[in-house]
């Protein structure tokens, strides 16, 4: 039974069901997606190479809003406004839980069914949250920045200019850069690489970003988050997310012949048990 639909992915994904799902692969290209594969060559690339470029521009970015006084001025704004700045919780839940979340879905889902498409993409947006949340974990380690929090009675333009280099002085919680914008763009820029054909994925990609960054600025009367944070958290996980999306889309995609088409989004209402499949097939 064929229908269209628009609608109705999400609400499949959230329930367990597979939707970014193709058709059943060999054992051998089940294995090439595995959760590690690859897995330091595409940390080591993410950080090397061009994608070098970009996490420098992430320190510049972080750079030119400290001293611009960029940082002190959005966080003074949702101070003062906190109703505005109520509107941007949901990333504090959507930055830890969508990113595993999504990829645990597609990855014991494709296990379950032998897909290697599911599965790949599942191991990819696993693998780049692992890496991006080790790299993020030691430059948090490392610089020390504070959070904006008034409440100390500190001076929040001198604050949102402090970095406490060394080794844990300012914990792994708090600091440069925010994991929650990181890991929202793993998100991203891993399912843009892995289907790049898939303009919808880009411009849905490209509002969640743009509410996750300010979001992280925002939440609390904006005392989670310099603005800085977020921006340098943006370019950095960007190179992550998109060096093992395209990673996997290779292995997926071009390692020997497959009936799978690279971007085909296929829901098929099968979550894992033994229950009998009905596909349902989707036009984007």
Known sequence: MMKQSRLIWPFLLLSGYSVFGGSKNDADRMKSVGLFANLGGNAVKSLTGTNAWLQAA????TALLI???ADYRVHTY???????SRKFFPVVITGSLL???VGAVCHLNGVARSDAELKGLGSALLQAQIITSLYVGVLKGITGRPHPNPDTGADMKKLSRTFRFGF???GLFWGWPSGHTASTMALVSTLTAFYPEKTWLKVGGGVLMAYTIVGVSAVGGGHMHWFSDAAAAAVMAYAIGHTVGEYYQRQVFHAGASSAKPGRIQSTFEPLSTYPIVRISYSF
């Open 67 to 69: 001293y611009s006084d």
């Open 78 to 84: 949702f101070r003062n406004h906190r109703t505005a």
């Open 99 to 101: 990113t595993p979340l």
């Open 168 to 170: 844990l002085r300012g």
């Open 58 to 61: 992430g320190v510049a970015a």
